[in-house]
T-cell receptor, first 116, second 111 residues
């Protein structure tokens, strides 16, 4: 299967600071990547769809100024949580579609964000 | 838009028994149905998938069936083992871009 790398795997930050999470497709090009948020014992909540070379598409209720997404290349998308607050603490996961693998969806390893 | 329901939300089986998880979808245009396994704190892993031109697919102890008329698909795990314990998510998509996930099933395989 295709490999999606996500960094960092965990981060602790102070309230008010910004945190950047990287999502890379290692062995394939991904014109589209997705960012999810997952609360304990719950399903994957789609936050936004990241499109290479254009603006991200945000789901209803997700603040685009709070969760900045940049997809500057075919292998890298970043999610920046700006002015983080404790309620932003969560598990964030990215995913990407690999055309080489038959248009299948593969996930990054996730980032556990804890805001103090 | 698409809506995916999944049942049961939790499932406990004895080691060696079979486990079945069922999902229903609402959009008849959906044509690709993957299943993911997620262990605690880890990424969801694609374990099996099925496209709408096929009714059943099997990979060792895991199988998936699809009923397009009824708009439901199921995951079957035979001879369950403790390492099968995890949360399983089904998903449906029509365009290959918008994947809609079910709420998940927490499977516990008891020794």
């Amino acid at each position: 299967g295709a490999v999606v790398s996500q960094h960092p795997s965990w981060v602790i930050c102070k309230s008010g600071t910004s945190v950047k999470i990287e999502c890379r497709s290692l062995d394939f090009q991904a014109t589209t990547m997705f960012w999810y948020r997952q609360f304990p014992k719950q399903s994957l909540m789609l936050m936004a769809t990241s499109n290479e070379g254009s603006k991200a598409t945000y789901e209803q209720g997700v603040e685009k100024d709070k969760f900045l997404i940049n997809h500057a290349s075919l292998t890298l998308s970043t999610l920046t949580v700006t002015s983080a607050h404790p309620e932003d603490s969560s598990f964030y996961i990215c995913s990407a579609i690999s055309g080489q693998a038959g248009e299948k969806l593969f996930f990054g390893s996730g980032t556990q964000l804890s805001v103090l | 838009g698409e809506n995916v329901e999944q049942h049961p939300s939790t499932l406990s089986v004895q080691e060696g028994d079979s486990a079945v998880i069922k999902c229903t979808y609402s959009d008849s245009a959906s044509n690709y149905f993957p299943w993911y396994k997620q262990e605690l704190g880890k990424r969801p892993q694609l374990i099996i998938d099925i496209r709408s031109n096929v009714g059943e697919k099997k990979d060792q102890r895991i199988a998936v069936t699809l009923n397009k008329t009824a708009k439901h698909f199921s995951l079957h795990i035979t001879e369950t083992q403790p390492e099968d314990s995890a949360v399983y998510f089904c998903a449906a998509t029509d365009t290959g871009r918008n994947f809609v996930f079910g709420p998940g099933t927490r499977l516990s395989v008891l020794p």
